[in-house]
């Protein structure tokens, strides 16, 4: 089961026992002294202290004025406390901004999973929070409930696997240039294309080419996953952006008896980096192509808030349990096919993170024999109006 599910029923446990003991308390208060009232909230927190101490995630809970009623020791150690912060804000007691716009938005939303935010101190702290908001049958707000991981570590093993594979695939591209000059020199020199000799330089040559479509690649995943690199965003004509893709791989189709479509509408416009868009749907369809049917179909709807694009082919399929990992790096639904056809098994993995630098998502849908159609979504940005002046 993985991390955030996890917290999200250990948030549940934490609101149905919050609930419990605010019930509970309100009935004793109803029948006794305010005193015994404060006994019953020392005896809620003691509870609470005992169930949730060693937990690795820090615990807050906070009522419907954003004062904290209960911290773990795992939340002081995260923010450094040295005393035990029940009574305060968050302000008074961690002063840390986006903490507290979580406890704001909990307000109005029900539940908050796997917020990410970097602690403004010098050691470059990463937490990820969840959250759940604490009502009442009426959907009076009661409080909320956080629950914080710190994610430092896995941070940092995230960069420094990406700064490996960088330097280690920049290290690659000499000697793969070197080789590649050599093979097609002694390929020139070869005259008899029949013969042993060319035969094997030619198998050189051609793995030669996978291994450098694989660096560029991984350069590409390294640089798209660290962030590495911008968008040059602008309004560009999508029906002629599918048309270019297709142009640039008609000769592809034609070898394998492939029939490309464009069905974009005219003049519909996205928002986004003309080369980035290129290279996922470039990707999208040479996959068709490759794994697909007779025709591969590249088309697009707007519903005013996001532009759907879809590339659609009639091949044999994909199974529901490919679906949901389609997009991994280095994952193949037909390994042995894949290895036949020259494929990265990075092609994808790019597509989904091209989308997700926009703002957007990618998906599949697919069963087995009925084709399969890849969904890019890019949201649609609200452009500021601009007032003329005499």
């Known amino acids: 089961m993985s991390g955030w599910i996890v917290s999200i029923i250990l948030l549940g446990c934490l609101v149905g026992l919050h609930l419990f003991w605010q019930n509970r308390c309100r009935s004793i208060a109803l029948g006794q002294a305010e005193a015994t009232g404060r006994e019953a909230g020392l005896a ?12 690795p995630e820090g615990v807050l809970v906070t009522d419907a004025d954003g004062r904290i009623e209960f911290a773990n020791q795992a939340f002081c150690r995260l923010f450094d ?7 305060k804000t968050v302000m008074e007691a961690i002063r840390i901004h986006q903490a507290n716009d979580l406890i704001e938005r909990l307000k109005v939303e029900s539940s908050i999973e796997q917020e990410e935010f970097m602690l403004p101190d010098l050691e470059q702290r990463f937490l990820q929070a969840n959250g759940v908001a604490i009502r009442e049958k009426e959907g009076v707000h009661r409080g909320t409930i956080l629950m914080f991981h710190d994610l430092t570590r896995m941070k940092r093993l995230e960069n420094l696997r990406q700064e490996f594979v960088a330097n280690v695939s920049h290290e690659l591209r000499t000697p793969l240039s070197i080789i590649k000059g050599y093979v097609e020199t002694l390929l020139d020199a070869e005259e008899d294309p029949e013969s042993m000799n060319h035969r094997f330089l030619a198998k050189i ?22 962030g590495g690199i911008g968008l040059e965003l602008r309004d560009i004509d999508l029906g002629q952006l599918v048309d270019s893709v297709l142009d640039s791989l008609r000769e ?20 986004a980096d003309s080369q980035r868009v290129f290279q996922a749907l470039n990707n999208l369809i040479e996959n068709g192509i490759k794994y697909g ?36 790096r280095f994952y193949r639904v037909d390994k042995a096919r894949s290895r036949e056809m020259g494929g990265t098994g990075l092609g994808l993995s790019i597509v989904k993170h091209v989308t997700q630098l926009h703002g957007g ?12 159609s890849f969904h890019l979504t890019f949201p649609i940005p609200d452009k500021p109006v601009v007032t003329e002046t005499g």
Request: aromatic share 4%; proline share 4%.
């Open 44 to 55: 809620k927190a003691v509870g609470m202290a005992g169930m949730f101490a060693n937990m």
């Open 81 to 87: 406390l040295q005393e035990n912060p029940s009574g």
């Open 205 to 226: 040559e051609n793995n030669s080419n996978r291994l450098t479509f694989l660096i560029e690649d991984i350069l590409t995943l390294s640089r798209l996953e660290s």
């Open 252 to 271: 592809m189709a034609g070898k394998k008896g492939v029939r490309l479509e464009n069905h974009v509408g005219e003049k519909l416009s996205l928002f």
């Open 293 to 328: 049917g007779e025709c591969v179909c590249v088309s697009a709807k707007s519903d005013g808030s996001e532009i759907d694009l879809c590339v659609t082919d009639d091949g044999p399929g994909i199974p529901a349990e490919a679906c949901e990992r389609i997009f991994e």
């Open 361 to 372: 998502s990618a998906r599949v849908e697919s069963a087995p024999g009925e084709g399969a």
